[in-house]
T-cell receptor
Framework: DAGVIQSPRHEVTEMGQEVTLRCKPI?????LFWYRQTMMRGLELLIY????????DSGMPEDRFSAKMPNASFSTLKIQPSEPRDSAVYFC???????????FGPGTRLLVL | EDQVTQSPEALRLQEGESSSLNCSYT??????LFWYRQDPGKGPEFLFT???AGEEKEKERLKATLTKKESFLHITAPKPEDSATYLC????????????FGSGTRLLVRP
């Protein structure tokens, strides 16, 4: 299996621009998670989906952040407008069931100037 | 509030020098405790899941144990390739399946 796939791997953008991060979960996994990692706050959950439906978005920092999962094999995390404090590594993870192991992708390193 | 604390923050070992990493947790009900390894520039790589106190799991030079309040990751005779950040996370029995992560232990094994 190819594992969780994320794109782009690196993104540099200017403040105010729209940023879209993409994720393809492991085939057959029903749960998809978006996490953010920073030096100050470590790894934190932003939102997760079950069968393409958002279940817990309590970690989404602001209305500038939105996430969608149009089908079982694709999800996006969008930031509009982006701000320098959004600079972080964003990880996507998937699991076969909610209580089972979450497998992480390689991450997208975002820098907002 | 669910919380995970890892210690030490950083650990330097000589090759072959065994040691242990600690993960203390506070959770209303534990569904599972997870150990991951993270190399620089990469995503967390799954190592172990522990579900109940007294449970132990092993993989090569690593052994994870669990009590009602903490977990230990024992590293026996480490090699330089074991150098990485080790992350501990808990999943509670509330309605959410999110993982609560500790800040990690950065391990450096010198040859």
């Amino acid at each position: 299996d190819a594992g969780v796939i994320q794109s782009p791997r690196h993104e540099v953008t200017e403040m105010g621009q729209e940023v879209t991060l993409r994720c393809k979960p492991i085939s057959g996994h029903d749960y998809l998670f978006w996490y953010r990692q920073t030096m100050m706050r470590g790894l934190e959950l932003l939102i997760y989906f079950n069968n393409n439906v958002p279940i817990d978005d309590s970690g989404m920092p602001e209305d500038r952040f939105s996430a969608k999962m149009p089908n079982a094999s694709f999800s996006t995390l969008k930031i509009q407008p982006s701000e320098p404090r959004d600079s972080a590594v964003y990880f996507c993870a998937s699991s076969q069931h909610g209580q089972e192991t979450q497998y992480f992708g390689p991450g997208t390193r975002l820098l907002v100037l | 509030e669910d919380q995970v604390t890892q210690s030490p923050e950083a650990l330097r070992l000589q090759e072959g020098e065994s040691s242990s990493l600690n993960c203390s947790y506070t959770v209303s009900g534990l569904r599972g405790l997870f150990w991951y390894r993270q190399d620089p520039g990469k995503g967390p790589e799954f190592l172990f899941t522990l579900y109940s106190a007294g449970e132990e799991k092993e993989k090569e030079r690593l052994k994870a144990t669990l009590t009602k309040k903490e977990s230990f990751l024992h590293i026996t005779a480490p090699k330089p390739e074991d150098s990485a950040t080790y992350l501990c996370a808990v999943q509670g029995t509330d309605s959410s399946y999110k993982l609560i992560f500790g800040s990690g232990t950065r391990l450096l094994v010198r040859p």
